[in-house]
C-alpha cells in the first residue's frame, strides 16, 4: 500500500545575508555597549495632549463602557418610580416558561376542567347523557383526543417602556462647579439606567441656554459648552414639542431630570410653570437639581426655586415633580442622595 506524503515549505531566515540599503535602517548596531541609553522619550506628552477621547469616535464609546460599569454599581439602589405598562411593548431576549400550551392526547399536566368538558360533549354526542339532572358519569365513555394536557413552553417576556430626557442648562452661569454637578449627577442616573434598564429605556438629550436643542448622544451632552443667557421654559418647550409631535404619551412612561444653577431670566416662571404643567400631566415623574453657589453674587435661593415653591406644584403633586437643591461643593455621595430625592 502506497501512503501518500508531502513535503512542507519552510522559510529560513539567514542572518548572514544583509542587503545593502537595510544597513542604515537595522537598529542595535550603532556604537556603545549593550544596555546604554541611546535616547529618552517621555511616555505622555508634557502638555497633555493625545490624552483622553478627544473629538474621535473612541469618546462616545469611551463613555458608554464606563458608565456601564458605573450602573452596575448603583442598580440595586434605584429604580424608576411610577412604571406602568404602556401601549406597544417591546419583547426582549428574555424568556418565561410557563404550562401555556394545550395539547390533546399527550402532555406533561392533564387539565382536568378542560379534559371532563371533552368528555362531557362526547357523550352528549352518544347520547349517554338523556337526562341532565341525572348523570351516570360510569356510563361516560372517553376518547383518547378528550385528555387535554398542559405543555410546558417558552413565552417571550414584554417589559414596560420608558422614555427618559436629560435637560441640561449650558448657559454662561453654570461655568465651573455648576455644570460639574449637574453632568456628574445626570452621568450617575444614566449609568444606572442604561445597566439596569437595558433595551427597556430610551434616552433623550436636550441643552438649553437661551433656546433649547436636542443632541444625539450622551456624549455630547456631556461635553457641549456655550457661554448664553438663560431661559428654563426653552427646555420646557422642547419636551413638550417633542412628546406631542412624536405622539410618545401612549407608548411610554415619560421621565424627565433637569439640572440646573436656578439662573432664569424669566425670574417669576411666567414661561417656565406653564410648560412644566403640562409636563406632570403626562410624566411619571420630574426631577429637578439646583446645583446652588455657595458664595459669589449668585449663591442664595435661585429664581428657579423661588418661582417653582410659589407655585404650589411641588406640595400639590409630590409624586409627579420633586426638587433637589446641592451646594456647589457636594461630593458622589450628596448626589447619589439628590438622586434618592429625586426618584423614590
Partial sequence: ???????????????????????????????????????EQPVHSPDGSGEGPGEGEGGAHEVESSAYDLGRILTEQFELPNLKDKGKKRSLTRYTYDMT??????????????????????????????????????????????RIYRILSREKDFESQAMVFFLRDYSGSMTGKPTELVVSQHVLI???????????????????????SEVDDFYTYYNSKVAGGTRVASAYQKVNEIVEKENLISDYNIYVFHGTDGDDWDAEGKEAIPELKKIITYASRVGITIAQRT????????????????????????????????????????????IRNLIS
Fill in 101 to 146: 400550551d394545550r395539547n390533546k392526547g399527550y402532555g406533561q399536566i392533564l387539565d382536568k376542567k378542560a379534559t371532563l368538558k371533552n368528555i362531557v360533549e362526547t357523550n352528549i354526542h352518544l347520547g349517554n347523557l338523556p337526562d341532565p339532572n341525572n348523570i351516570d358519569p360510569t356510563r361516560f365513555l372517553i376518547s383518547p383526543s378528550d
Fill in 295 to 338: 458664595s459669589g453674587y449668585q449663591s442664595g435661593t435661585s429664581e428657579v426655586q423661588e418661582y417653582l415653591e410659589k407655585s404650589g406644584l411641588l406640595m400639590d403633586y409630590p409624586e409627579l415633580i420633586r426638587l433637589d437643591v446641592v451646594s456647589d461643593d457636594s461630593n458622589e455621595s450628596r448626589l447619589i442622595e439628590s
Fill in 1 to 39: 500500500m502506497v501512503v501518500p506524503t508531502t513535503v512542507e515549505e519552510k522559510l529560513i531566515h539567514d542572518r548572514s545575508v544583509q542587503s545593502e540599503d537595510d544597513d542604515d535602517a537595522a537598529g542595535g548596531a550603532g556604537e556603545g555597549d549593550e544596555g546604554d541609553v541611546i535616547g
Fill in 190 to 212: 444614566y449609568s444606572w439606567i442604561l445597566y439596569q434598564y437595558a433595551r427597556q429605556v430610551e434616552t433623550r438629550f436636550i441643552l438649553h441656554d437661551t433656546q433649547a
